[in-house]
């Protein structure tokens, strides 16, 4: 497997949100699923009961981590701000991972999900990897190979639980997309966070790296590129048939995506394959977020 190290398919990754919220629109139609979404009541965090912090849409912050500085960067639109302070309501939260090489102030400034935070009220953390051995070369990105002792799982752990202390947050709301290797990391996130993670939305990346088994059904959306140089289309297939098996779902309709239902505890594995490389693609971003919308974590044990 491989991922991409140069920074080009960033001009792609944050095309028109127009598209983005046209193919949004389209796809709340298709999936049919928001009333039951509606069903599933806030779990507010401990922060809703705290302090609030300001808005920004471009909050630099950085969390220790086994002694070692980690950074991230928090993009808190106004909408997300309570109205009336005295009465917090609880927002979703997106963890955005970058690719191999990348940063997350690369991601943030060109990332479709900043027009859709500022839309729908929900708070977006891109956090920065640390140097991992890829394609022959260090650079920051996340471990995938493994569980046990994995230094990137922890950050994302304990920094979830930071947000969860600091901000109002929906915890039965809470999503991760990664772009190629962070991509990798989303999925490691569904298979051993899925307590805590409601969905994920892997884009341009690959099959599960280790072997898992969630103790609920995942609810997945992937996009991946026919014509992708890095990481062939058919490693996106093994990804889609491996959640399709951990999920359970016995049901496949297409709409231009393909939609695997039926699922264990209501979840639903899509899968969207297309013309294109290794780039984030136009539509993805608009389609991924209805997706997590219509996908809460289901209330209590699964």
């Given at each position: 497997?491989g991922?991409?190290?140069n920074n080009?398919?960033?001009?792609?990754y944050g095309?028109r949100?127009g598209l983005?919220?046209?193919a949004?629109?389209?796809?709340?139609?298709?999936c049919g699923?928001?009333?039951r979404?509606?069903?599933?009541?806030?779990r507010?965090?401990a922060g809703?009961e705290?302090?609030?912090?300001?808005?920004?849409r471009?909050?630099?912050?950085t969390?220790?981590?086994?002694?070692?500085t980690?950074?991230?960067?928090l993009?808190?639109?106004?909408?997300a701000?309570?109205?009336?302070?005295?009465?917090?309501?609880p927002v979703p939260?997106?963890f955005d991972?970058?690719?191999?090489?990348?940063?997350?102030?690369?991601?943030?400034?060109v990332s479709g999900?900043r027009e859709?935070?500022?839309?729908d009220g929900?708070?977006t953390v891109?956090?920065?990897g640390?140097?991992?051995?890829?394609?022959?070369?260090?650079?920051?990105?996340?471990?995938i190979f493994?569980?046990?002792?994995?230094?990137d799982?922890?950050?994302?752990?304990q920094l979830?639980d930071?947000?969860?202390?600091?901000?109002?947050?929906d915890?039965?709301?809470?999503?991760?997309?990664?772009?190629?290797?962070g991509a990798?990391?989303?999925?490691?996130?569904?298979?051993?966070?899925a307590?805590?993670?409601?969905?994920?939305?892997?884009v341009?990346?690959?099959?599960?790296?280790?072997?898992?088994?969630?103790?609920?059904?995942?609810?997945?959306i992937i996009?991946h590129?026919r014509q992708?140089?890095?990481i062939?289309?058919?490693?996106?297939r093994?990804e889609?048939?491996a959640?399709i098996e951990?999920?359970?779902c016995r049901?496949?309709?297409s709409?231009?995506c393909?939609?695997?239902?039926?699922?264990r505890?209501?979840?639903?594995v899509a899968?969207?394959?297309?013309?294109?490389a290794?780039?984030w693609p136009?539509?993805?971003?608009g389609?991924?977020w209805?997706?997590f919308?219509?996908?809460?974590?289901?209330?209590g044990?699964p």
């Amino acid at each position: 497997m491989g991922w991409s190290g140069n920074n080009d398919h960033m001009t792609v990754y944050g095309e028109r949100a127009g598209l983005a919220l046209a193919a949004a629109a389209v796809f709340l139609c298709v999936c049919g699923t928001a009333a039951r979404a509606a069903d599933v009541p806030a779990r507010p965090s401990a922060g809703c009961e705290a302090a609030h912090e300001d808005t920004g849409r471009e909050i630099h912050r950085t969390i220790e981590i086994d002694g070692v500085t980690r950074s991230f960067i928090l993009d808190v639109p106004e909408q997300a701000k309570p109205k009336v302070p005295a009465v917090p309501v609880p927002v979703p939260l997106l963890f955005d991972f970058h690719g191999f090489g990348h940063s997350a102030a690369g991601v943030w400034k060109v990332s479709g999900f900043r027009e859709l935070a500022g839309r729908d009220g929900f708070i977006t953390v891109y956090p920065d990897g640390l140097p991992v051995h890829l394609l022959g070369r260090d650079a920051p990105g996340w471990e995938i190979f493994t569980i046990s002792g994995n230094r990137d799982l922890t950050f994302t752990a304990q920094l979830l639980d930071q947000l969860e202390r600091t901000y109002c947050i929906d915890r039965a709301r809470v999503f991760a997309t990664g772009f190629s290797n962070g991509a990798f990391f989303s999925n490691l996130l569904g298979c051993v966070m899925a307590d805590r993670f409601a969905a994920i939305a892997p884009v341009s990346g690959g099959g599960i790296t280790v072997a898992c088994a969630p103790p609920r059904g995942v609810p997945v959306i992937i996009h991946h590129g026919r014509q992708d140089e890095l990481i062939d289309v058919r490693q996106a297939r093994l990804e889609r048939d491996a959640w399709i098996e951990k999920d359970g779902c016995r049901e496949h309709v297409s709409d231009g995506c393909e939609w695997h239902r039926g699922c264990r505890d209501g979840a639903e594995v899509a899968y969207c394959e297309a013309d294109g490389a290794h780039r984030w693609p136009a539509q993805a971003t608009g389609r991924i977020w209805e997706f997590f919308r219509t996908h809460p974590l289901p209330k209590g044990p699964p």
